[in-house]
């Protein structure tokens, strides 16, 4: 008899879940049982998309948009990011240049399916962003990792980036500001991998800016102005982060043409054109006051500095400092072997499940993230919780020896 798991596809068995779903089910399913659960895994904004941004989606419903959108996106909109780019990023990409999305997740996933053949490598940046990895697989692609530990704060050398590139390299993909790491690349950082990719002609880079307008330094940079590269950078954005729009799946990306051309007709045959009023939203986002944004960027940079103050009184875990995004990437081997009597801890995803049991505290393993010695702990929560998380952290690691 042929059994069920039998019938579903290689592709699909070979495709991890996503670690950071994964946790958020646990803690909403112990959530359920009674627990009082504190929950620092999703990469979500904890605050509500700005009034004048959900009035535009509402305006826009009246107004009729509720059809049908061009695969590529609104011309208004596709303007206004056009616009957006070269205000705030120093980039050219012309409005045939950019798709609108389902989500940033879904560019990412066109460029994949767009520009990969089986064998092709794609650097990655690592620690990495849990789904690079997997939508590399399953576009038939190869990942190489340059990794980076916390020491360096996450940051490869461009000696490390030339070494992983070779001649099946199609493209390099990182983040910055970094999801999980916070890390954010300065311009001499940028500026030196420019001038290593700048040799190599078939690489493509693809840069995840998702979490641009969270960054705690003075300006956000883009490896796209560079002009050593400036014609092969794919630029990849969304509202999610920056605009607290997580549930709208309104993302997008600048490219070379014949690029954005080969991701809007394999986005044309999988889910079309994002939402309509979404895109007058978003339209709108772009081009009005950023005081909410800003506002919501301080009151990170204000969770930041609690955490990092908080995490710096537990003995054994070594914190990172992060510049952007809303996460703190500690270091946590200095647990492993050690156990309460009952559990051992042996990696990052036995302690996380440790506190989850022990302190209802939900956070995340670092091995999805592709460093094995840490795990990731989300600040888009209240200051009020972010303190009674890392207290009840610092009470049940003090029991392990």
Known sequence: MT????????????????ET?????????LRAQGHDVISLSLGE?????????????????????????????????TKAISEKFKRDNNLDYAPDQIVVSNGAKQAIYNICQALLNPGDEVVVFAPYWVSYWEIVKLSEGTPVPVYAG???????????????ITERTKFVLFSSPCNPTGTVFNHAELEAYANVLAKYEHVYVVSDEIYEYINFQKAHVSIGSFPQVKDRTITVNGFAKGFAMTG????????????????????????????????????VALSSDLGPTHAMRDA??????????????????????????????????????KT????????????????????????????????PNCIRLSYAASEAQLREAIRRMKAVLAGLR
């Not at 309104?250 to 043409?257: H, I, Q, R, S, V």
């Open 340 to 371: 309460d009597g009952v559990m051992q801890i042996r990696n990052s995803g036995d302690l996380c499940e440790y506190i989850l049991s022990k302190a209802q505290v939900a956070l995340v393993s670092g091995e999805a993230f592709g460093d």
């Open 150 to 164: 916390v020491d360096r704060e996450f940051k490869p050398s461009p000696q490390e980036l030339e070494a992983a």
């Open 45 to 77: 904004p904890d605050f509500d998309t700005p009034d004048h941004i959900k009035e535009a989606a509402y305006q826009a419903m009246k107004e009729g948009y509720t059809k049908y959108t061009p695969v590529s996106g609104l011309p208004e909109l």
């Open 3 to 18: 059994s069920t798991q039998s019938l579903l596809s290689n592709r699909v068995l070979q495709l991890a879940e996503s």
């Open 248 to 283: 709208w799946r309104l993302g997008y990306m600048g490219a070379p043409k014949q690029v954005a051309a080969a991701c809007s007709k394999i986005q044309g045959q999988v889910t079309s054109g994002a939402s309509a009023f979404g895109q007058k939203a978003g339209e």
């Open 21 to 29: 779903l994964k946790m958020a089910r646990m803690a909403r399913e």
């Open 300 to 337: 990170f940079l204000q969770r930041r500095d609690l955490v990092l103050s908080l995490l710096r009184e537990i003995p054994g875990l070594n914190a990172n400092h992060p510049e952007g995004a809303f996460y703190v990437f500690p270091d946590v081997s200095a647990f492993y072997g």
